[in-house]
């Protein structure tokens, strides 16, 4: 049984591969080294990291200035009636009332299974990116998204969570453990149900997109492969197979939106569940600065052969940064990042919700709690659900 190609793919592009189900984990996906490999149809322009700087300053200026007052911590269940909390995740805080999940998404930075900042206008950010791609991506695969009556929060209907990430890659990079690239350089060539070709670089593009799922956990996801998710319990295989082409799917489509706006989509991860009527619904995030890996498209080309890592507008920098100066998987205590770094990150997702929605972030500027000001919003509009 094989997935078929996604109708989202851009054009001329390959299919994604076939992915291994049961009974019987012979049947492998490979990936061909000897396949050409797509030249990316971007024109040459100014780096996106470079682009209007004096907007730039101003957000780093913004940045610096609300560093005191970022989203780390809420308690709405103590300052919204009837709101229950439900669960705490690395940035996310899930709370449930009415019926309903409200996802408050917190200025927490994370990386390495643990939180290491706190970033400025992040929640907003992700929050309003989410918005974005839930919306335009309802074609391809329905969502779970009820309203977002706040900047940083999402309303959603009420899903039983399928226990497992589906994460979607395009290239062999990434600096933590379960990266593919890590994986690939410690001399794995089995992973999650794909078969690797030997002589692959660092942040080389792969000859079609694959899917290397984990297990969702709370201190650490483990990659799994179809089979074993199927064999654990987790999914049925008709869901598996379903669930796999709509990640396929919203992965082709995403790639192409992106490299549209000068961007490549290198990773991502979904996550999904199922409404009270049965339907398969995507929830959490889409395609944040968060949940996925972005390079400037028209350098990566002449780095990558210049064996230069490519530019990128998501938060690998920051992990670089800690990997360089501890060990942030066994180290009890973690060195502060500087305030450079997170003001550079606040603007890199800024700029990445700009370059993809074509649309101008809109900064605070009211002095007020973020806080006080979700409780009050989500309150109101909790009353007239």
Not at 296 to 313: D, Q, T, V
């Amino acid at each position: 049984m094989a997935l078929s190609p996604s109708p989202y793919a851009p054009a001329g592009a390959k299919p994604p591969l076939k992915t291994p189900f049961l009974p019987s984990l012979r049947r492998h996906t490979r990936i061909s080294m000897s396949a050409p490999r797509r030249r990316l149809a971007v024109s040459p322009s100014v780096s996106l990291l470079l682009a209007g700087a004096g907007h730039r300053e101003a957000v780093l200026s913004a940045a610096r200035a609300a560093l005191s007052n970022c989203l780390s911590e809420t308690h709405l269940d103590l300052s919204v009636p009837g709101l229950q909390a439900k669960a705490r995740g690395k940035v996310r805080d899930v709370y449930e009332g009415k019926g309903y999940m409200v996802l408050v998404t917190t200025d927490r930075q994370s990386a390495f299974d643990r939180v290491l900042a706190s970033i400025p206008f992040k929640g907003q950010v992700l929050n309003e990116t989410s918005m974005w791609w839930f919306k335009n991506t309802e074609h391809i695969v329905p969502n779970a998204v009820v309203c977002s009556p706040d900047k940083n929060v999402t309303i959603a209907k009420k899903c039983s969570v399928f226990q497992v990430e589906f994460v979607v890659r395009g290239f062999v990079t990434g600096s933590t453990d379960t990266s593919l690239w890590t994986v690939y350089n410690n001399g794995i060539r089995s992973y999650c149900g794909n078969i690797l070709p030997d002589g692959m670089k660092k942040n080389q593009k792969l000859s079609a997109n694959i899917l290397t799922p984990t297990t969702k956990a709370t201190d650490h996801d483990v990659p799994v492969s179809p089979d074993e998710i199927v064999k654990m319990g987790l999914m049925t295989k008709d869901e598996y197979l379903d669930v796999s082409r709509k990640a396929l799917s919203l992965f082709a489509y995403g790639q192409q939106v992106s490299l549209s706006h000068g961007l490549l989509l290198v990773d991502t991860k979904y996550e999904f569940g199922k409404d009270k009527d049965g339907n398969i619904m995507l929830i959490d995030e889409v395609h944040t600065p968060d949940s996925s890996r972005y390079w400037i498209a028209n350098s990566y080309e002449e780095r990558f052969n210049s064996g230069l890592e490519p530019e990128n507008m998501d938060k690998e920098f920051l992990r670089l940064w800690f990997k360089d100066h501890c060990n942030p998987y066994e180290d009890e205590v973690l060195p502060d990042a500087p305030e450079g770094l997170v003001c550079e990150l606040a603007w890199r997702y800024i700029s990445l919700y700009e370059t993809i929605t074509d649309s101008k972030f809109e900064i605070p500027v009211s002095k007020e709690s973020i806080h006080d000001r979700i409780s009050k919003n989500v309150s109101v509009v909790l009353e007239s659900l």
